[in-house]
């Protein structure tokens, strides 16, 4: 900016023009430069929403299925005789395995010696 006021060239109407142009085109420049920033922050949004809108969906379709699931069990009754059976049945499947020794296999007494 300093060089071009100390350096001006004879034709003082080309001058302006190129300066205005160059001028113009910081402008431009500056001016795109906010509308990309503007853009990502609208899809930035754009795509929070989405998530908040997926997961309040989720919250609600869950809600659902285990109204439909409690009606279920008041018009079944032998629907409630099951359902316990399964679970008993899962309470059984997780118990510890044991090892040869009659130990029960488990790490989480075993930190100090670093043997996992």
């Not at 754009?46 to 997961?55: F, G, T, W």
């Amino acid at each position: 900016m300093y060089y071009d006021a100390i350096v001006k060239p004879d034709n003082s109407s080309t001058y302006n023009i190129k300066r205005v142009e160059r001028e113009d085109a910081k402008v431009t420049v500056w001016d795109s430069l906010q509308k990309a920033k503007a853009e990502a922050a609208i899809q930035k949004l754009v795509i929070k929403l989405e998530k908040k809108r997926s997961s309040s969906l989720d919250k609600i379709f869950s809600t659902l299925r285990s109204a439909q699931r409690k009606a279920q069990v008041m018009r079944d009754p032998d629907a409630v005789t099951a359902n316990q059976d399964e679970k008993a049945s899962r309470k059984t499947k997780r118990t510890p395995q044991r090892s040869k020794n009659g130990q029960i296999s488990s790490l989480s007494g075993c930190f100090t010696c670093h043997a996992f």
